[in-house]
């Protein structure tokens, strides 16, 4: 098994198996001069088959910014609560 | 009073006050062909005077990443705890 399949497994097993998790979902917008800086909000994201899905405004500022640099990270805290 | 000063109060009066707090810490990586690419984890962050404190390693992902782009961004969770 590599190292991706094994994450996903972790993922699988905290995240996944109808949990709804808060997650601190990162990413990029371009500041002042062009310059990339980091983002992070929590969101509740709810886990399956490899994807978070996230509610939220399609005028978001984060959907304008994965729209312009689709890259995200995303750390799971140890709140789990169930949908 | 500025948007930038009460942001600074409200993040005294909920990470102030000799509390340590988890907070989510985003940085910039260079990802695979100079694309920048987002990271976050959760730390243990001690605020005071308008900074977090993190005790971490001097060679560690998220200390070379700030030393190449100090933009970095941060979400406090709900689980305040006390030091």
Redesign the interface.
């Known amino acids: 098994m590599s190292v991706f399949q094994e994450v996903l497994k972790i993922i699988e097993e905290r995240c996944g198996k109808g949990k709804d998790n808060?997650i601190?979902?990162?990413?990029?917008g371009i500041?002042e001069e062009g310059?990339?800086?980091?983002?992070?909000?929590?969101v509740d994201g709810f886990y399956e088959d490899g994807a978070f899905y996230v509610t939220t405004s399609a005028s978001s500022t984060k959907m304008r910014q994965i729209s312009q640099?689709p890259?995200?990270?995303?750390?799971a805290?140890?709140?789990w609560f169930y949908g």
């Open positions: 808060i601190s979902l990162a990413t990029i500041g310059k990339p800086r980091p983002y992070v909000r929590e640099n890259e995200v990270a995303f750390a805290s140890n709140q």
